[in-house]
């Protein structure tokens, strides 16, 4: 057994003793073994794994299924008394000699033996019966006949009777009988009470790491889903940048190319007219008489001044502007859009700072927005992805949709005005990159404003009139 309470047999821990490298720093004579199992190293004496103390439970274990396999292979064992009869029970305190029937009754009656405990072969099951009512001393390596009944303080093992005899004669011993239920108090009292305070101890840690590692998944979870939402909304920005920019290039395409169309549309027509005409006039000039030429002539002059003139136009091209100069104008439109997006807005902290709660019919309303990072930084040109719109509820008198005017004014603000031509009852939602605010949406009841008039029913009503005419 070794000292981290691991057990192995010799050949074993001689198998891993050889396949262990030998470490430069340690002594040649010094060897050392590591455990199989939890690699605890552990050093060993002279004698190497001989100086291991034994698991005499493990060897008590291993004796229990050699004599079971036995029994199941009807490999009765002999007597140990009398060598004739099978055996049928088995002596703890003599070293698990076998006896048989006729020798039990002998072995109960006399004075050094009566008080032994024998277990019958009969009564043998897989493995606890056997250890649980076997606890006989082992035997000693050293004297194998000797029963390991004494304790050498001075060496701390167990010894057996011709042990201390030979070489431990002059150490302080006890009989291990003696001193059982001392031991036991004392490492009931004492070692397993400090491994109960240890075993706390340690599921309370056990329970703590474990609280922070379940903490550093989540917040682990949360920054993965913080780091895909900004990816998500840089991607959404540069899909809106670019479908902008594909709208925009179209729309620059469409206006170069609509007066090209409308030149070769002009020009199609025009070659007809003068094919028509030199077709006429060829004609005539081929098969027309001479009165024919010279009533033709002049019908022919001016048709041709009329062609040449409409020639002449038409060769006027319209300026092109590089469609090229302009698409990396746009491009350069979007890297600023990239660039704004760099320092991510928290939602949460851009805010409406003045929200009324009634405002007038045909009266502009203006709101104060501020916009901040995650450093709670000003988050400054932002137009093109913050967005407002103010939509009529059911008790308005529209149901349109406006979309509200945006000026940015500095340093993170930016002013958006609303001019509701309808009373009712408005939501205006204010978002960065298509998401709300958090004062967004927000509630707006639009009414009308009255103007009150006192009708004067005496003078000093046209007098109270006049005055507040005056103060007007």
Known sequence: SMPCLHTYCKKCLMEALAKRPHDPNLPRDSPVINCPLCRAEVALSDQGIESLPSNFSAVRLVETVKLQDKLEQNKIPKCGGCNESDAVASCCECGGVFLCTNCIKPHKKLPATQNHTLLMLNNVSKPKPFISSAKMPPLCQHHPQELLKLYCEGCEFLVCRDCVLATH????????????????????????????????????????????????????????????????EISDVLRNCKRALLAEINQLTEDYNSPLRKQHENLL????????????????????????????????????????????DSQLSPVIKPIATTILFKLGKVKQEVDKIAAIVDLHKCCVEYVPLEIYVNDKTVYNITLRDTKSQPVCNAISVLTAEATAEATAETNDLVTLSIKELGAGNYLMSFLPTMCGLYSISIRINGKHISDSPMKVKVIRRYVHKRVPTRAKDHLYDDLSDAFK
């Open 169 to 232: 004669k002059s150490h302080k011993y006890s009989y291990v009988d003696d001193m059982i239920e001392d031991e036991k108090q004392h490492l009931t009292d004492i070692t397993l009470q400090k491994l109960d305070e240890m075993l706390a101890s340690t599921t309370v840690a056990i329970t703590n790491v474990e609280k922070i590692q379940a903490q550093i998944l989540a917040r682990n979870e949360n920054r993965i889903a913080q780091l895909s939402k900004n990816f998500e």
């Open 269 to 312: 027509v025009l070659r007809k007219k003068i094919e028509k005409c030199r077709s006429f006039t060829t004609d005539i000039l081929n098969n027309g008489s001479n009165s024919e030429i010279i009533s033709a002539r002049k019908q022919l002059l001016e048709r041709a001044k009329q062609l040449q003139k409409l020639h002449a």
